[in-house]
């Protein structure tokens, strides 16, 4: 079965750095586009930055500039570098994924948890 597993959150001062991860395993179907997303407490869940497997990127207004998702096709993995962290983006991450052949099936990872302080 699917199973994307992230790592990398923490707590981080304001200005400070992360990198996430998320490798993809379980299917014997070539990962499509992956992605991120995040939710901030009350708020509802949001696309951060989206990659295919060609490497088109595509980013939400409020993560151009400071986010770059890449991809490792091999590993089946997909990053999120962070730069300039700000207290706006303490939220937790989500790993997303769909697959060639599998269409319409969305998969998601369990979340990391980002936090920043001012």
């Known amino acids: 079965q699917v199973q994307l597993v992230e790592s990398g959150g923490g707590l981080v001062q304001a200005g400070g750095s992360l990198r996430l991860s998320c490798a993809a395993s379980g299917s014997r179907f070539r990962v499509n586009d992956m992605g991120w997303y995040r939710q901030a407490p009350e708020k509802q869940r949001e696309l951060v930055a989206s990659?295919?497997?060609?490497?088109?990127?595509n980013y939400a207004d409020s993560a151009k500039g400071r986010f770059a998702i890449s991809r490792d096709n091999i590993k089946n993995t997909v990053y999120l570098q962070i730069n300039s962290l700000k207290p706006e983006d303490t939220a937790v991450y989500y790993c997303?994924?769909?697959?060639?052949?599998?269409?319409?099936?969305?998969?998601w990872g369990q979340g990391t948890q980002v936090t920043v302080s001012s």
């Open positions: 997303h994924a769909n697959y060639y052949g599998l269409e319409g099936l969305e998969y």
């Open positions: 990659i295919s497997s060609a490497g088109i990127t």
